[in-house]
T-cell receptor, first 114, second 111 residues
Framework: DTGVSQDPRHKITKRGQNVTFRCDPI?????LYWYRQTLGQGPEFLTY????????KSRLLSDRFSAERPKGSFSTLEIQRTEQGDSAMYLC????????????FGPGTRLTVL | SQQGEEDPQALSIQEGENATMNCSYK?????LQWYRQNSGRGLVHLIL?????REKHSGRLRVTLDTSKKSSSLLITASRAADTASYFC???????????FGAGTRLFVKA
């Protein structure tokens, strides 16, 4: 399967703990996106990478959130000192460079903060 | 905050009927895309329409875009039970990368 993969698929953690999610994009895609989706809502843009450079961060991405894409391939999203409000589905997508290219989404990581 | 607002929020139709979903947005865009999401396959891209296009077709899908009204519609003809899903419009900004999704229309097609 050469699609976008995310790991883990599910994560349950206690409030105050740190969590890290991984996304492996389609190999030839140089753009990578992170979104957060809560029940009944559409995905909310969090951040975007072109190769290893993080070019845009949403105001939703507080100081507790950090994302990296060190070699321009896989990416990690870390949430420090998790809060119950962080419970959501975290989606990763990748695309080729170019305006408005189709984004291919991964299956998501569902985070539950107790 | 979401840019796109879909209407209706939920739609229930019989198999074979057409389904129309509308989307309104607020700022200038480079293009508008429609995605489908169901529990089995996650988010899947359906169709893209650029800001200088007015209508586009793909199989049973027809999308229109009215940039003067900042609105778009998605028509699914001859619906099937397998079309049951949530449908989202997503606008891409003029910079060409930031994608803003609406809250979606939940479509239920009864067999």
């Amino acid at each position: 399967d050469t699609g976008v993969s995310q790991d883990p698929r599910h994560k349950i953690t206690k409030r105050g703990q740190n969590v890290t999610f991984r996304c492996d994009p389609i190999s030839e895609h140089n753009r990578l996106y992170w979104y957060r989706q809560t029940l009944g809502q559409g995905p909310e843009f969090l951040t975007y990478f072109q190769n290893e450079a993080q070019l845009e961060k949403s105001r939703l991405l507080s100081d507790r959130f950090s994302a990296e894409r060190p070699k321009g391939s896989f990416s990690t999203l870390e949430i420090q000192r998790t809060e119950q409000g962080d419970s959501a589905m975290y989606l990763c997508a990748s695309s080729l460079e170019g305006i408005g290219n189709e984004q291919f989404f991964g299956p998501g990581t569902r985070l539950t903060v107790l | 905050s979401q840019q796109g607002e879909e209407d209706p929020q939920a739609l229930s139709i019989q198999e074979g009927e057409n389904a129309t979903m509308n989307c309104s947005y607020k700022t200038s865009i480079n293009n508008l895309q429609w995605y489908r999401q169901n529990s089995g396959r996650g988010l899947v891209h359906l169709i893209l329409i650029r800001s200088n296009e007015r209508e586009k077709h793909s199989g049973r899908l027809r999308v229109t875009l009215d940039t003067s009204k900042k609105s778009s519609s998605l028509l699914i003809t001859a619906s099937r039970a397998a079309d049951t899903a949530s449908y989202f419009c997503a606008t891409v900004n003029t910079g060409g990368f930031k994608t803003i999704f609406g809250a979606g229309t939940r479509l239920f097609v009864k067999a």
